[in-house]
């Protein structure tokens, strides 16, 4: 493994990858402090400046800025009691309260030190169990990969905040938008209505930007975000007091181990291992009461496990091939753009790739507490710029992204429609990620359920003969009479309660 890396550290070390690195940490932060776009809309505009990069160094930069927003979230969670990613709605809780105590400085450098060491620990179990999930997936055929897939969306359904019945219907909903376009094995049209446009489907980034960008506008403007920017606290000294260190170094150990873990699983992610590490850090405290009043556990565990939930996440992506969340998808799509399949071989294949990414990581999370914590003067200020002026920036910025993909006016009004859906999701409290990851997912289960039909002349035997797509298809099958277990659907509500 210290030969991969250093191997990885060779190619990822270089002036133009640690530039793109350093402008993607700042591009990140920038958009966490700044709520109203998000870092799946942020990377779905983004990514068409990256097609004329090296495959490596376009890489680097999607993932610092993934990375950047992970940590600028808790900036203004912390200093405003506003969320710039939903990761961060739980450091809300302690963190604004800390703030409001004048140990909002201790409050960041504690999130800021937890997100390294998280990313760091992150970053090796990468290192250390991509390559075993890749050479395990080379036993993988088309049955297997579709009962993976199965599993993937199960596991969002499960995982995916509010309502179970909602996140099925948005799966299905999902898997009906993934179905638009030609059809790959008889070379008919799908529900393209005429246009001509729609032959080759809906494009990801206009389903990305129009489920998380632009309904996000709308939402800030519905909340009048200004007025509650007014209230931002002061800084305060950045050194937390030593009783604080003991009681958040602990919390972070925990959070990091929660948080690699649950970012693996498919439809996991930051978001759940955020609400997780918290739960977690009421019950072993044993003043569950007092949380909600500035404690720095609230914040060192939460911050910690959604930093290393997004570490992990690479791994199901990289060495299978399958996106567990939204961001990973779009990761996954800017990869095919520059004609990498991600999977069993990337790793053999593009070894130098592969490994130049895991560096990367921890060059990117060490370089954002040094730029960050010196700059936290200059996030304050950034607070303070009135989101009517933002806003139709924000706006403008997507609709340049949408349009530079393909250059048709077409997608702009499809992108429009898409809003218009994603703000009916948020007004009906129906999670819109189960939804993107069926979209994405959709054409390769399909793919993949008519290649095993064919091996097998039609019979389904094919997913029961199979140990592993057995096993699989059982898992999915259980995780589902698991989530619906009246215990186990009140724990759940416990954990996303934002009280």
Request: one cysteine or more; hydrophobic letters at 50%; charged letters at 10%.
């Amino acid at each position: 493994m210290i030969d991969n890396l250093a191997l990885g550290l060779g190619a990822a070390a270089t002036p133009i990858n640690i530039g793109v690195a350093l402008i993607g940490c700042l591009l990140g932060t920038m958009i966490g402090v700044l709520p109203g776009i998000g870092a799946v809309a942020t990377l779905a505009m983004l990514m068409p400046i990256t097609y004329g990069l090296d495959p490596l160094t376009g890489l680097i930069m999607l993932a610092a800025i993934y990375y950047g927003a992970q940590y600028g979230g808790s900036t203004t969670a912390i200093l405003v009691n506003m969320p710039g990613e939903s990761s961060s709605v739980v450091t809300c809780l302690d963190g604004y309260h800390m703030a409001q105590k004048g140990r909002a400085g201790a409050a960041l450098t504690v999130a800021a030190l937890g997100s390294l060491f998280a990313g760091v620990v992150g970053t090796l179990v990468i290192a250390g169990f991509g390559p075993m999930l890749a050479k395990a997936s080379q036993s993988f055929q088309s049955p297997e990969y579709f009962a993976l897939m199965v599993f993937g969306l199960i596991g969002s359904i499960v995982l995916a905040s509010g309502s179970l019945l909602k996140a099925v219907g948005m799966i299905f909903l999902g898997l009906l938008f993934g179905l638009v376009g030609t059809d790959a094995t008889s070379g008919t049209m799908r529900y393209a209505f005429g246009q001509a446009n729609l032959f080759e489907g809906i494009d990801f980034v206009v389903m990305a930007l129009g489920l998380f960008g632009l309904p996000e506008i709308l939402r800030n403007l519905e909340g009048n975000a200004d007025s509650e920017r007014s209230r931002i606290a002061t800084v305060g000294s950045l050194f937390p007091s030593r009783a604080e260190w003991r009681r958040a170094i602990p919390a972070a150990l925990r959070g990091t181990g929660l948080g690699a873990v649950l970012g693996i699983l498919p439809g996991g992610g930051s978001v759940l291992a955020s609400f997780a590490s918290y739960a977690v850090e009421k019950q072993v405290s044993g003043q569950p009461q007092s949380f909600g009043t500035g404690r720095i556990e609230g914040v060192a565990g939460p911050e910690s496990a959604n930093n290393a939930a997004a570490q992990t996440a690479f791994i199901p992506m990289l060495s299978l091939g399958i996106p567990s969340h939204p961001v990973m998808a779009l990761m996954m799509g800017a990869m095919m753009v520059h004609g990498i399949s991600p999977g069993s071989g990337l790793i053999d294949k593009q070894p130098v790739l592969f490994w130049g990414m895991v560096a990367s990581m921890l060059i990117g999370n060490l370089m954002l507490v040094i730029i960050n914590l010196p700059m936290i003067g200059i996030w304050v200020k950034l607070l303070r710029v009135p989101y009517r002026l933002l806003f139709p920036a924000i706006a403008i910025f997507c609709c340049i992204g949408i349009y530079s993909v393909r250059g048709e006016a077409f997608d702009l009004w499809l992108a429009a429609g898409v809003t218009v859906l994603g703000y009916l999701f948020h007004r009906l409290n129906c999670e819109p990620a189960p939804f993107l990851l069926a979209f994405v997912l959709g054409p390769m289960m399909e793919e993949n359920l008519r290649r095993s039909m064919l091996l097998s002349r039609g019979s389904v035997s094919i997913f029961l003969d199979r140990p592993i797509c057995l096993a699989l298809l059982l898992l999915s099958v259980l995780l589902l009479m698991v989530a619906v277990l009246p215990r186990v659907r009140k724990r759940r509500e416990e954990t996303f309660a934002e009280d």
